[in-house]
């Protein structure tokens, strides 16, 4: 994998340092401060409204409310840190690689991720039938967060709600706050060595124990039954205890977090040998393609896997008005599948679903005949892969949280670089993916009356406003005038982008007080009220009702930072709940810049959510899925 000095394997799956922490990730070379880590960044899957479409029957108010918990939930990032917030009413995102194989040390967080990309990989839902089938949300970059030696553990940031939520399933990991306690307790602790404040005693070998009573003392400490954060905190072993009270937690904490790269190279599995590119297959997106030679039976890629019991989770229904006169799912109607279904392994004899998880395993495509790779389970890592979960039956996986299966992609000949890694995904999926192609058909943006995707309000005519655009694409135009409502009538903008302002809506208690007042306010945006960090910054959406020309109004406009030539005036309709009364305001803002007024995509419309996706599962051969996992009748 590694037999190359100019091309060594960036990153490494491996056993974590932290002790029973699994699997760990590292990095194959030293990183910069700011470095990217690895090739590229990692792809994201939205899923949208799973606790609703899980929830039950008797169903929810609304989209936002319920907490169903599959296991993917334990991999999930917020979809405003991933950017991908507007796809849905509620929406979850899982994300391969970074995303989900590095662990969480709060004094080492070492990798920063940032957010991910909207590209379709030119699937044109008009003339695409594979549009809608693979996630346009690509490149999630991680990047390093100080220079890090070779041959460290990566680890990224779960957030503190993480742990905090899920005190049993991974026990008392400590926070940052933990961290700092248990520094001052070595402090004391050193200071109780030596029976004095200086703590140059220690190095001075003043202490009052023996080397032996010294060590005896710390492992009391450290097994103490009643675990705390602070205590987790603690270095394990007494040596490093007494380095850290001079030195600190983290310093001792870095050294013990790396592993050597001979070590690495014998022990650890390269996940750098595979990196997107766009596929040689027709409408399939994006594809694996070789970074470096891989023998005949040499590791493509290792695969972690996320085990889901039942497929049927991913079922996505229709609305009806339920019991309580409230929006809930319609059992019989399935509408669709979670995107995410299409990256997961099943056998049509089964229930159960296995997710790969790890870097580019999810861009390798089918070929009926020429595949260069195949999936077999891990031998080793038994630290990590429970051979014995193959014999088990389908109902262990319910209440299994926690991923312990994996799989790897194997050569089944020589592979040269820069070629695509093909597998078969079988012929259950290849059926489907021919019936596909028969019945699909181009629906012209001009018969594109906002009725191409699911679950959002079909108009009788699409009034010119046809056409898929990205808000990203209108927001990155600095020089078109934004339109007016008048202009709009006979010039709308596309059905999937909505114009908000950027305009704080709060005003004085007194006029609550007093909701018999006009509720009509009227004012010139200020950067101060409407552009302030410490205000609500919050966008509305929002009626432009006119345009200047800044020439027109002001002599030295270009010196103006925002280069756009316009300003405009818009009008908000807000309504509020206070105490209880709901009040419906207008505001009139003039004067806005052109930085105060986004587009913004509307949920359900990105292709994901188009009707005719595509929706199945990879399947894996009957040699490799395991028997016991066989839950549903075989088919003719
Ligand atoms: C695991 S993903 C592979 C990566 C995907 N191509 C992407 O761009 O993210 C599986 C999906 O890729 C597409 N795909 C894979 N092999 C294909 C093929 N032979 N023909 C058409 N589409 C294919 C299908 O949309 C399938 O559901």
Same mark, same amino acid.
């Given at each position: 994998?590694?037999?190359?000095?100019?091309?060594?394997?960036?990153?490494?799956?491996?056993?974590?340092?932290?002790?029973?922490?699994?699997?760990?990730?590292?990095?194959?070379?030293?990183?910069?401060?700011?470095?990217?880590?690895?090739?590229?960044?990692?792809?994201?899957?939205?899923?949208?409204?799973?606790?609703?479409?899980?929830?039950?029957?008797?169903?929810?108010?609304?989209?936002?409310?319920?907490?169903?918990?599959?296991?993917?939930?334990?991999?999930?990032?917020?979809?405003?840190?991933?950017?991908?917030?507007?796809?849905?009413?509620?929406?979850?995102?899982?994300?391969?690689?970074?995303?989900?194989?590095?662990?969480?040390?709060?004094?080492?967080?070492?990798?920063?991720?940032?957010?991910?990309?909207?590209?379709?990989?030119?699937?044109?839902?008009?003339?695409?039938?594979?549009?809608?089938?693979?996630?346009?949300?690509?490149?999630?970059?991680?990047?390093?967060?100080?220079?890090?030696?070779?041959?460290?553990?990566?680890?990224?940031?779960?957030?503190?709600?993480?742990?905090?939520?899920?005190?049993?399933?991974?026990?008392?990991?400590?926070?940052?706050?933990?961290?700092?306690?248990?520094?001052?307790?070595?402090?004391?602790?050193?200071?109780?060595?030596?029976?004095?404040?200086?703590?140059?005693?220690?190095?001075?070998?003043?202490?009052?124990?023996?080397?032996?009573?010294?060590?005896?003392?710390?492992?009391?400490?450290?097994?103490?039954?009643?675990?705390?954060?602070?205590?987790?905190?603690?270095?394990?072993?007494?040596?490093?205890?007494?380095?850290?009270?001079?030195?600190?937690?983290?310093?001792?904490?870095?050294?013990?977090?790396?592993?050597?790269?001979?070590?690495?190279?014998?022990?650890?599995?390269?996940?750098?040998?595979?990196?997107?590119?766009?596929?040689?297959?027709?409408?399939?997106?994006?594809?694996?393609?070789?970074?470096?030679?891989?023998?005949?039976?040499?590791?493509?890629?290792?695969?972690?896997?996320?085990?889901?019991?039942?497929?049927?989770?991913?079922?996505?229904?229709?609305?009806?008005?339920?019991?309580?006169?409230?929006?809930?799912?319609?059992?019989?109607?399935?509408?669709?599948?979670?995107?995410?279904?299409?990256?997961?392994?099943?056998?049509?004899?089964?229930?159960?679903?296995?997710?790969?998880?790890?870097?580019?395993?999810?861009?390798?495509?089918?070929?009926?005949?020429?595949?260069?790779?195949?999936?077999?389970?891990?031998?080793?890592?038994?630290?990590?892969?429970?051979?014995?979960?193959?014999?088990?039956?389908?109902?262990?996986?319910?209440?299994?949280?926690?991923?312990?299966?994996?799989?790897?992609?194997?050569?089944? *000949? @020589?592979?040269?670089?820069?070629? %695509?890694?093909?597998? +078969?995904?079988? !012929?259950?999926?290849?059926? /489907?993916?021919?019936?596909?192609?028969?019945?699909?058909?181009?629906?012209?943006?001009?018969?594109?009356?906002?009725?191409?995707?699911?679950?959002?309000?079909?108009?009788?005519?699409?009034?010119?406003?046809?056409?898929?655009?990205?808000?990203?694409?209108?927001?990155?135009?600095?020089?078109?005038?934004?339109?007016?409502?008048?202009?709009?009538?006979?010039?709308?903008?596309?059905?999937?982008?909505?114009?908000?302002?950027?305009?704080?809506?709060?005003?004085?208690?007194?006029?609550?007080?007093?909701?018999?007042?006009?509720?009509?306010?009227?004012?010139?945006?200020?950067?101060?009220?409407?552009?302030?960090?410490?205000?609500?910054?919050?966008?509305?959406?929002?009626?432009?009702?006119?345009?200047?020309?800044? *020439? @027109?109004?002001?002599?030295?406009? %270009?010196?103006?930072? +925002?280069?756009? !030539?316009?300003?405009?005036? /818009?009008?908000?309709?807000?309504?509020?709940?206070?105490?209880?009364?709901?009040?419906?305001?207008?505001?009139?803002?003039?004067?806005?810049?052109?930085?105060?007024?986004?587009?913004?995509?509307?949920?359900?419309?990105?292709?994901?959510?188009?009707?005719?996706?595509?929706?199945?599962?990879?399947?894996?051969?009957?040699?490799?899925?395991?028997?016991?996992?066989?839950?549903?009748?075989?088919?003719?």
């Amino acid at each position: 994998q590694d037999d190359s000095s100019s091309n060594p394997c960036l990153l490494y799956l491996a056993q974590s340092t932290i002790p029973h922490a699994g699997l760990g990730m590292f990095t194959g070379t030293s990183l910069h401060q700011g470095q990217l880590i690895g090739r590229v960044g990692d792809i994201a899957f939205p899923t949208t409204d799973q606790d609703w479409h899980n929830s039950p029957l008797s169903g929810f108010a609304s989209k936002n409310e319920g907490d169903y918990h599959w296991p993917l939930t334990n991999y999930d990032w917020h979809a405003k840190d991933i950017g991908m917030e507007n796809e849905a009413e509620d929406i979850s995102v899982t994300v391969t690689g970074f995303g989900a194989a590095p662990n969480c040390h709060f004094r080492l967080l070492n990798a920063e991720e940032h957010q991910a990309h909207y590209d379709g990989a030119g699937l044109d839902r008009y003339t695409s039938p594979g549009a809608g089938a693979i996630s346009t949300w690509i490149n999630r970059t991680t990047t390093a967060a100080w220079d890090i030696e070779e041959g460290s553990e990566l680890f990224v940031d779960y957030g503190p709600n993480w742990f905090l939520s899920r005190p049993g399933v991974f026990g008392l990991v400590p926070l940052a706050e933990n961290y700092e306690r248990a520094q001052g307790f070595l402090t004391r602790y050193g200071q109780m060595l030596a029976l004095s404040d200086d703590l140059n005693d220690l190095v001075n070998d003043r202490m009052i124990l023996s080397d032996e009573a010294q060590a005896d003392l710390w492992s009391v400490i450290k097994n103490f039954p009643y675990v705390t954060r602070e205590r987790q905190a603690l270095p394990d072993s007494h040596k490093d205890a007494i380095r850290a009270i001079f030195g600190d937690i983290q310093t001792v904490e870095v050294e013990n977090s790396i592993r050597s790269m001979d070590y690495l190279k014998e022990h650890g599995k390269c996940v750098d040998n595979i990196v997107p590119g766009n596929s040689t297959i027709p409408h399939a997106g994006r594809g694996a393609f070789a970074t470096r030679f891989i023998p005949k039976n040499g590791l493509v890629a290792p695969a972690p896997l996320v085990h889901i019991a039942d497929k049927a989770t991913t079922n996505m229904f229709g609305e009806m008005i339920g019991p309580n006169m409230n929006v809930v799912r319609n059992e019989s109607e399935i509408l669709g599948k979670q995107l995410i279904l299409n990256y997961m392994f099943g056998h049509p004899n089964s229930t159960m679903l296995l997710f790969p998880y790890s870097s580019n395993v999810a861009f390798i495509n089918h070929h009926a005949t020429k595949y260069n790779a195949k999936l077999q389970w891990t031998k080793d890592f038994d630290f990590f892969h429970h051979a014995d979960w193959l014999e088990k039956p389908v109902e262990f996986f319910e209440d299994q949280w926690t991923s312990g299966l994996m799989l790897e992609y194997v050569a089944l *000949r @020589d592979i040269q670089p820069g070629e %695509e890694i093909l597998i +078969d995904y079988g !012929e259950e999926w290849q059926q /489907a993916w021919d019936e596909h192609m028969k019945n699909w058909e181009a629906i012209p943006p001009e018969k594109d009356f906002n009725n191409l995707t699911l679950w959002t309000e079909k108009t009788s005519s699409n009034r010119g406003k046809a056409g898929y655009v990205r808000a990203e694409v209108f927001n990155s135009d600095l020089k078109t005038p934004i339109r007016t409502v008048e202009e709009q009538v006979y010039d709308p903008y596309p059905h999937c982008v909505e114009l908000q302002c950027l305009v704080s809506i709060g005003h004085d208690a007194s006029y609550l007080h007093a909701p018999q007042t006009i509720p009509l306010f009227k004012r010139m945006w200020l950067e101060e009220r409407d552009n302030n960090a410490d205000g609500d910054l919050v966008f509305h959406p929002c009626n432009i009702t006119w345009r200047y020309n800044k *020439r @027109d109004l002001y002599n030295d406009w %270009e010196e103006d930072q +925002d280069l756009h !030539e316009f300003e405009y005036d /818009a009008e908000l309709n807000i309504r509020k709940t206070f105490e209880d009364v709901i009040i419906h305001e207008t505001h009139v803002i003039t004067h806005i810049p052109w930085k105060a007024i986004r587009f913004f995509n509307r949920p359900y419309t990105s292709d994901v959510f188009l009707k005719q996706a595509f929706r199945h599962e990879m399947g894996l051969p009957d040699g490799v899925w395991p028997k016991a996992w066989m839950n549903l009748p075989r088919k003719e």
